[in-house]
C-alpha cells in the first residue's frame, strides 16, 4: 500500500467519525427542509414479494404512535426469488418469532396477485394513514397466506389504479432506487439517509428522537422483549445450559477481512460459543471486490458501526482497509493460527488493526507490532507471508460460504439436530432461538 494512504486512511477514518461532521452533513437536509416548509417525510419503499416488506408494514403503527412524522410509500414491482430467498422467508421468521409479528408461509406471493396488490396500495394511498397502514396489513396477509379470494373481495371494496399507471409508477419507483445504489426493499428513507427494515428501525427512531418528534415519554422499541441485547444470554438456566452444552454443536463463522460488522461480531459470537459450549470454526473469505478507499459516503454506515461498536465496549474508527497484499497476509496468519490453535486470539487482532488502530496489515512493520501485541510469535514470519499453502482452504471457506445461499456477511452457520444460518447484523439472538429450537427436536424443553 501507498505510504501516503496508510497515512491517510486513519485520519480521514476519525474526520468521517466526526459528530460535528455528521451533525453538519444532517442539517443541510434540515435546512431545505426548513426552507421548503415540508413536514419531516419519510419514503418506505416496499415490494410486496419481498417478506422484510411484510414485517415492516406491521411494525409501523407502532413507530409512528411515537413519532410525528408524513410517510410517502413507493411500490416496487414485483422481483422474481433469487437464490438468497429460502434464507431471507427463514430469517423473516425468526424476526417475527422475536418481535411478536405474523409470518407463517415460506413461499412467495404470484406475480398477478402481487400486481394487483399494487394496483390497490397505489390507488389508495390517499388514505389516512392509520387506515392505509390496515389496508397494506391486509394486503400482504392476502398475499403471503395465498388468501386469493379475500384480495379479490379488497379489490372490489376499493378502487383500484389503471394498469399502465401502475406498471409506470412502479418502473418509475425502481428507477428512483436503483439511481440510489440500493439493492433490498423495505427501506425507509429519511432526510440523507437509509434504514433498512426492523434492523435499522431503532436507530432511525433514536434520530427522531433527538430533534424532538417523540411524542410518547419513553423510547421506541417494538415490543418488550426489544430491549434484548446481543450480550445478554437468553438461556442462563443451568439444567438447560448443561443439556445444551452435552450437544457439542458446531458454529462455523463466515467472514471477511475488510467487513467491519466482521470485526465488531468476532468478540461477541466467541462468547456466546463459550457461554453455550459451541465449537466455533472461523472461516475466512475472499470476496473480489474494489473496498479500498475510504469517501464521504462511508458517513453514515460507519457512524452506525462505531454505535454497535460501543454497544460491545470495541473500539472502531481509526481504519486502514487492506488491499490485496493485505488480505493475502491475513490468511497466510489465520491458516498459521490455525494449525497451532490461536485462530481466535490472531483474527481478532488482525481485525481490530484494520478497523480500530489504523494499521496497514500489508505493511511487514505492522504485522510484527499487531503480533506482539497480541503476544504471538510466528517464526520464519516472512516466509509465511510469502506462501500461498492457505489458498485451498481459503477457496474452500469461500465456495462453502456461497453454497449457504446468504448475501451478507458475518454469516452465522448453526449444525445441530437442525442446521441453519443467519446473516448480517442484529442476528446472535436468532442463534440463540436457534439453540432453543433444537432442544425442542430433542424433547428437552
Given amino acids: 500500500m501507498p505510504l501516503s494512504r496508510r497515512l491517510l486512511q486513519p485520519l480521514l477514518s476519525r474526520a468521517l467519525i466526526h459528530p460535528r461532521l455528521h451533525s453538519l452533513l444532517q442539517a443541510r437536509y434540515e435546512w431545505l427542509r426548513r426552507l421548503q416548509r415540508r413536514p419531516h417525510q419519510i419514503v418506505v419503499w416496499l415490494r410486496l414479494n419481498d417478506p422484510y416488506s411484510y414485517l415492516l408494514i406491521q411494525a409501523l403503527p407502532r413507530f ?34 422475536f418481535h411478536q409479528l405474523h409470518f407463517h408461509d415460506f413461499q412467495s406471493p404470484s406475480e398477478d396477485n402481487c400486481f394487483k396488490a399494487s394496483q390497490l396500495l397505489l390507488a389508495n394511498r390517499h388514505l389516512p394513514i392509520a387506515d392505509f397502514l390496515t389496508l397494506a396489513k391486509q394486503v400482504f396477509n392476502c398475499l403471503w397466506e395465498h388468501q386469493t379470494q379475500k384480495l379479490s373481495t379488497l379489490t372490489l371494496r376499493f378502487k383500484l389504479l389503471a394498469q399502465t399507471t401502475t406498471e409506470k409508477k412502479m418502473l418509475a419507483a425502481e428507477k428512483e432506487f436503483d439511481h440510489q445504489n440500493q439493492q433490498k426493499a423495505a427501506q425507509l428513507y429519511y432526510q440523507g439517509e437509509w434504514y433498512w427494515c426492523l434492523d435499522d428501525l431503532s436507530d432511525l427512531g433514536d434520530r427522531l428522537s433527538t430533534i424532538g418528534l417523540n411524542q410518547l415519554p419513553h423510547q421506541f422499541q417494538l415490543n418488550s422483549d426489544s430491549i434484548y441485547q446481543d450480550n445478554d444470554y437468553l438461556i442462563n438456566d443451568w439444567e438447560q445450559l448443561a443439556t445444551i452444552r452435552a450437544q457439542k454443536y458446531t458454529l ?3 467472514f471477511s477481512f475488510d467487513d467491519p460488522l466482521s470485526y465488531i461480531y468476532l468478540p461477541p459470537v466467541i462468547a456466546l460459543a463459550e457461554h453455550y459450549q459451541l465449537k466455533l470454526h472461523l472461516k475466512p ?31 472502531f474508527g481509526e481504519i486502514c482497509l487492506p488491499n490485496e497484499q493485505g488480505l493475502h497476509a491475513c490468511f497466510a496468519l489465520v491458516d498459521y493460527a490455525q494449525q497451532q490453535d490461536i485462530a481466535d486470539k490472531i483474527t481478532l487482532a488482525l481485525l481490530t488493526a484494520i478497523w480500530a488502530e489504523g494499521l496497514d496489515v500489508g505493511h511487514t512493520a505492522h504485522l510484527k507490532k499487531i503480533l506482539a501485541q497480541c503476544e504471538c510469535e510466528i517464526p520464519a514470519l516472512k516466509k509465511h507471508l ?16 456461497s453454497a449457504l445461499e446468504v448475501s451478507e456477511l458475518p454469516s452465522f452457520y448453526l449444525q445441530g439436530h437442525r442446521r441453519v444460518v443467519f446473516s448480517g447484523a442484529h442476528r446472535l439472538w436468532a442463534i440463540e432461538m436457534a439453540l432453543v429450537d433444537n432442544m425442542k427436536l430433542i424433547g428437552t424443553i
Wanted: net charge negative; proline share 5%.
Fill in 252 to 254: 462455523d463463522y463466515y
Fill in 285 to 315: 473469505i475472499l470476496l473480489h471486490q474494489d473496498n479500498t478507499s475510504l469517501s464521504l459516503e462511508w458517513h453514515t454506515q460507519l457512524n452506525r458501526y462505531v454505535r454497535l461498536a460501543e454497544k460491545y465496549r470495541l473500539p
Fill in 386 to 401: 510469502k506462501s500461498e499453502e492457505w489458498l485451498p482452504q481459503i477457496e474452500q471457506y469461500t465456495v462453502e460460504w
Fill in 64 to 97: 409512528l404512535a411515537h413519532f410525528s412524522v408524513q410517510l410517502i410509500f413507493k411500490i416496487l414491482p414485483y422481483q422474481e426469488p433469487n437464490h438468497t430467498f429460502t434464507h431471507n422467508v427463514r430469517d423473516a421468521w425468526y424476526l417475527a418469532q
